[in-house]
């Protein structure tokens, strides 16, 4: 071979082996990425073609799917919107998914695995093809009475209630909360205005503050810094300091107790039931803070936790000097948590220290109705001996003897703790908390609440006025039946 030949044949040889790299490439490793592409009309009109499953909770539709007869054929839609919104997410052809219509997306569309054979049987018998149903753990009793304790009264916060025993998540609410039916909307146009009205909305609305918020826990996390000391050779009847006010070590700054007064007791449960400043800083300075953060991982601090959304990690901080340490033993410096994690707190207490994994989802189900899958009960870790939590348990009872509020229950034993966070408003309107769990002797319910910036209390909030009537509202609420 001449050499003019030899050189048009090493470039097409080029040219060949840069158009099968290409195809491979677009074929291999862009295929997902285009095919799943917000751009790309085919597939978005094959998978609004069929109809998609519901979501469901206590025999109630969450999410369910029309026919529209435009383009696409099937339009999402969502009776109660903004009660379930946190749980359910949108299914919107503009914006794609979130929530649980994104986390169970291939059973609601139908293209999961375990959906194979309704898909051949379709293919056979000329059927038109649909997708699986997702039954939630939720009871909407629980979420309504949530949802409206909050809404009602104007607070920005949220809510979130676990079976202590199963892990199942009985209520989770967000306020403000928004409507996910206009962004299901097939008019583009129509949908971008709805979103962008929900992005300037005050307050945040399609933040799901219960899983991906994190906030001061104040006082709640003196239950953590109690386990610690449990677990450090601490007795309920322990001594511990009661003075008014402390100076943090290896400075001149004052640490308080609330309105500044002297613990009204120098035990370690009276200083729980007193929710003491003083006491839990000292106590969080001896135990050390490799301690506090063992005992915070068993309740489930940084955990990489699915339920099936992502929930964010909660932290302790750095607490890289005694003083940090001694703030972060009573919640504050740079301790975050979110809703769902204090409620895993109080539910790991509630159920003989043992913690188990939140779940969302109840069950899965064939277009047939046929079971495809159920919630299996997952054990975390054992946070605190049955002992400890026993023992914990006694304290909250003595804590909620010591909380005001309204709603107390007659006859219902409510193990609580209270939290007033403050997190450097200008105002200093505090975050109030509050998490318990009833009955105490044979825990069905474990809850968390935060009202954010007061509530309608302003400065003069605390855990107790504003958030504790909520919580004890939601347990009226499940043990009266849900449903």
Known sequence: MNKPLRRVALAMMAMVLLLMGNVTYVQVIQADDLRNGPGNGRTQRAEYAKQRGQIIAGGQSLANSV?????????????????????TG??????GANGVERAMDTILNGSDD????NRLSDMITGRAPAGG??????????QKVAYDQLTNKGFQGS?????????EILSMVNSPSYDPNPLASHDNNAAAESWQQMENAQGSPMSNRSVSEIYPPGSTFKLITTAAALDSGYQPNSQVNPAASITLPNTNTELPNYGGKTCKGSTLTEALAHSCNTAFAEIAGKVGADKMRETAAKFGFGTDLQIPMTVAKSDLGPMSDPA?????????????????????????????GKLMKPQLVKSTRAPDMEVIDELKPEEMSQAVSSNAADQISEMML??????????????????????????GDEDDKPHGWYVAFAPAEDPKIAVAVIVENGGDEGAEATGGSIAA????????AGLQGGG
């Open 133 to 142: 149903d997702v039954e939630l753990t939720v009871d909407p009793a629980m």
């Open 469 to 476: 009537p909520i919580g004890r509202e939601v347990i009226r």
């Open 67 to 87: 026919e529209t007869g435009d383009e696409l054929k099937f339009q999402r839609v969502y009776p109660n919107g903004p009660l379930y919104a946190p749980v």
């Open 398 to 423: 003595k804590s909620e003897q010591n909380t005001k509020g309204s709603g107390k229950i007659s006859g219902v034993d409510i193990a609580s703790k209270t939290g007033t966070a403050q997190h």
């Open 114 to 117: 375990s959906l194979a054979f």
């Open 159 to 167: 809510v979130v209630a676990l079976n202590p025993k199963t892990g």
């Open 90 to 95: 949108f299914d919107s052809p503009t914006y």
């Open 324 to 352: 940090s340490l001694y703030q972060s033993g009573i919640g504050q410096r740079d301790v975050r948590v979110t809703p769902m994690q204090n409620a895993m707190m109080a539910a790991a207490i509630a159920n003989d």
